[in-house]
């Protein structure tokens, strides 16, 4: 099947849908993986890896925090040029969405836009899920973009996970071990790149990675620049798992467990895609109203543009759905997922008219439409590079809002 946005929901639907119905249908009272305890609900806060103030933000609440983050960058930046009456630079955000294989067009796009000679130093980029894979390297710069094509057009299935198959995978955490996912992103987030991650920190850019806390039911945003500049030497290991559980679809592949200590006691905390919340996200609302009550007040504001990689199509997969259980919970999950990430756009449009930023949209159009033979198949997601390769060196093909003609797929985007 073709795997645009859509599609590429359907197919983790139906992974989520499968692993649901097998746990629930084949095992029911199966004992679980073991696992460490879990962080205490009172006691969600306190919890720290390396004990870092700054490692990570709970994006829903942490505001004060995530504004003294900010801020902070500001000041490494030269934000005290302000109060010399010096004008601040442009400021440049970029958010890469989830999309499995489809990661291979933003990758592609960010190379092209490389060639076009018009791609802008990101002082933010945050990452979900796929995007997660591509963020770090997208923070580095053109330097690394060899790296980042590499990513998206050497790896096979192989390089991803191994099939547990189903009576294994019911039993354990997931359908797939994703050992050879971990060894992939060890293999390229070596130590120049860490230190390299640090440095990009220490002038006042920020790399924010997004996974789902399933204990706490929570989304968290991980400082990956700050855990690097930390020099911690559980620092690596951290990132490397962090990128993973972005990328932890539910069921499909198996939660990331992540050791934490909590007033010295030890604890662990499961952690899936980031998907799980938010497909894309830039900056959590109260900041975009700090700028306002500053924009009010008549204090002088950073330009900033804010550039959204969407790695799938924003148009729906029609298909007639079989009247069959599986059929129709796999769809319904697919949809779910599909309008997820469509209103992820428009929110972060939203938010970026309100706050007086310049939104700029790059998505996979209806107009690819080669078919995928298999999952992470290398002559697809080569095509797709290609694709994006073509658009970033035209300059990246943004639009200024998202096409909600999309969702009519009777009328022109």
């Given at each position: 099947?073709?795997?645009?946005?859509?599609?590429?929901?359907?197919?983790?639907g139906?992974?989520?849908?499968?692993?649901a119905?097998?746990?629930?249908?084949?095992?029911?009272?199966?004992?679980?993986?073991?696992?460490?305890?879990?962080?205490?609900?009172?006691?969600?806060?306190?919890?720290?890896?390396?004990?870092l103030?700054?490692?990570?933000?709970?994006?829903?609440?942490?505001?004060?925090?995530?504004?003294?983050?900010?801020?902070?960058?500001?000041l490494?930046?030269?934000?005290g040029?302000?109060?010399?009456?010096r004008?601040?630079p442009?400021?440049?955000?970029?958010?890469?969405?989830?999309?499995?294989?489809?990661?291979?067009?933003?990758?592609?796009?960010?190379?092209?836009?490389?060639?076009?000679?018009r791609?802008?130093?990101?002082?933010?980029?945050?990452?979900?899920?796929?995007?997660?894979?591509?963020?770090?390297?997208?923070?580095?710069?053109?330097?690394?973009?060899?790296?980042?094509?590499?990513?998206?057009?050497?790896?096979?299935?192989?390089?991803?996970?191994?099939?547990?198959?189903?009576?294994?995978?019911?039993?354990?955490?997931?359908?797939?071990d994703?050992?050879?996912?971990?060894?992939?992103?060890?293999?390229?987030?070596?130590?120049?790149?860490?230190?390299?991650?640090?440095?990009?920190?220490?002038?006042?850019?920020?790399?924010?990675?997004?996974?789902?806390?399933?204990?706490?039911?929570?989304?968290?945003?991980?400082?990956?620049?700050?855990?690097?500049?930390?020099?911690?030497?559980?620092?690596?290991?951290?990132?490397?798992?962090?990128?993973?559980?972005?990328?932890?679809?539910p069921?499909?592949?198996?939660?990331?467990?992540?050791?934490?200590?909590?007033?010295?006691?030890?604890?662990q905390?499961?952690?899936?895609?980031g998907?799980?919340?938010?497909?894309?996200?830039?900056?959590?609302?109260?900041?975009?109203?700090?700028?306002?009550?500053?924009?009010?007040?008549?204090?002088?504001?950073?330009?900033?543009?804010?550039?959204?990689?969407?790695?799938?199509?924003?148009?729906?997969d029609w298909?007639?759905?079989?009247?069959?259980?599986?059929?129709?919970?796999?769809?319904?999950?697919?949809?779910?997922?599909?309008?997820?990430?469509?209103?992820?756009?428009?929110?972060?449009?939203?938010?970026?008219?309100?706050?007086?930023?310049?939104?700029?949209?790059?998505?996979?159009?209806?107009?690819?439409?080669?078919?995928?033979?298999?999952?992470?198949d290398?002559?697809?997601m080569?095509?797709?590079f290609?694709?994006?390769?073509?658009?970033?060196?035209?300059?990246?093909?943004?639009?200024?809002?998202?096409?909600?003609?999309?969702?009519?797929?009777?009328?022109?985007?």
């Amino acid at each position: 099947m073709a795997l645009n946005g859509t599609r590429a929901a359907g197919r983790r639907g139906m992974l989520l849908g499968g692993a649901a119905l097998s746990a629930a249908g084949m095992l029911g009272a199966c004992a679980s993986p073991i696992r460490q305890r879990a962080v205490p609900r009172d006691l969600t806060k306190r919890a720290t890896v390396l004990g870092l103030p700054n490692e990570r933000f709970y994006y829903l609440t942490d505001i004060a925090d995530i504004n003294a983050e900010f801020q902070a960058a500001g000041l490494r930046q030269g934000d005290g040029a302000v109060a010399r009456g010096r004008a601040l630079p442009v400021s440049n955000f970029l958010a890469v969405s989830g999309g499995g294989e489809n990661g291979a067009f933003g990758a592609g796009l960010l190379n092209g836009w490389t060639e076009s000679g018009r791609r802008p130093v990101f002082d933010l980029v945050t990452g979900v899920s796929t995007g997660a894979l591509t963020a770090p390297f997208a923070y580095l710069g053109p330097e690394y973009d060899p790296q980042l094509k590499a990513v998206y057009t050497d790896i096979t299935l192989a390089d991803v996970a191994i099939s547990r198959g189903i009576i294994s995978g019911a039993l354990a955490d997931a359908f797939a071990d994703t050992a050879p996912l971990l060894a992939t992103i060890t293999r390229y987030l070596d130590e120049k790149m860490i230190a390299a991650l640090a440095a990009a920190y220490d002038s006042g850019r920020l790399l924010l990675i997004g996974t789902t806390n399933l204990d706490a039911q929570k989304p968290v945003v991980w400082n990956i620049g700050a855990i690097a500049k930390s020099g911690d030497p559980r620092a690596p290991e951290l990132i490397r798992k962090v990128l993973l559980a972005s990328a932890a679809i539910p069921g499909a592949f198996p939660p990331v467990m992540i050791d934490v200590t909590v007033d010295g006691e030890p604890h662990q905390e499961m952690h899936v895609d980031g998907g799980a919340f938010a497909q894309a996200f830039l900056y959590p609302p109260a900041l975009g109203e700090l700028r306002q009550a500053r924009r009010r007040r008549g204090d002088r504001l950073r330009e900033v543009n804010a550039y959204i990689i969407r790695n799938a199509r924003l148009d729906p997969d029609w298909a007639v759905v079989q009247r069959r259980t599986f059929g129709v919970a796999s769809r319904a999950i697919s949809t779910m997922i599909f309008v997820s990430g469509f209103n992820d756009v428009v929110r972060i449009y939203q938010r970026s008219l309100a706050d007086g930023v310049a939104f700029n949209l790059a998505f996979i159009g209806a107009d690819f439409n080669m078919v995928q033979p298999a999952p992470f198949d290398q002559t697809f997601m080569r095509a797709l590079f290609d694709y994006g390769l073509a658009q970033g060196r035209a300059g990246g093909g943004w639009v200024s809002r998202p096409p909600i003609a999309a969702l009519d797929p009777t009328a022109p985007i």
